[in-house]
């Protein structure tokens, strides 16, 4: 079984910035994929950005620009390093895990993005 737990969320104003984690319990060499999603009140859960094994990145149209995420081989660790966050970047986030034994997510983490 694995476990991903992910940190970071929080309450911050339009324009600051926050950094998300993603503490996944065994090596993150073994995925495939690793990335963020995030879900609104009343939307579908979407994809944020993500990140392949061998370090290729791809993020959403509405993110590109003011979100990065990397990655901690050591650390088992993922993150989103997010700036310029705007009140529609409202969300719970979701750390998400793809690999040969099948597809993972975190319990969640809540940003909002208020003044």
């Known amino acids: 079984q694995v476990q991903l737990v992910e940190s970071g969320g929080g309450l911050v104003q339009p324009g600051g910035s926050l950094r998300l984690s993603c503490a996944a319990s065994?090596?993150?060499?073994?995925?495939?994929?690793m990335g963020w999603y995030r879900q609104a009140p009343g939307k579908e859960r979407e994809l944020v950005a993500n990140?392949?094994?061998?370090?290729?990145?791809n993020y959403a149209p509405s993110v590109t620009g003011r979100f990065t995420i990397s990655k901690d081989n050591a650390k088992n660790t993922v993150y989103l390093q997010m700036n310029s966050l705007k009140p529609e970047d409202t969300a719970v986030y979701y750390c998400?895990?793809?690999?040969?034994?099948?597809?993972?997510w975190g319990q969640g983490t809540l940003v909002t993005v208020s003044s």
């Open positions: 998400n895990a793809r690999g040969l034994g099948g597809a993972y």
């Open positions: 065994r090596s993150i060499f073994t995925f495939s994929v």
């Open positions: 990140i392949a094994s061998g370090g290729s990145t």
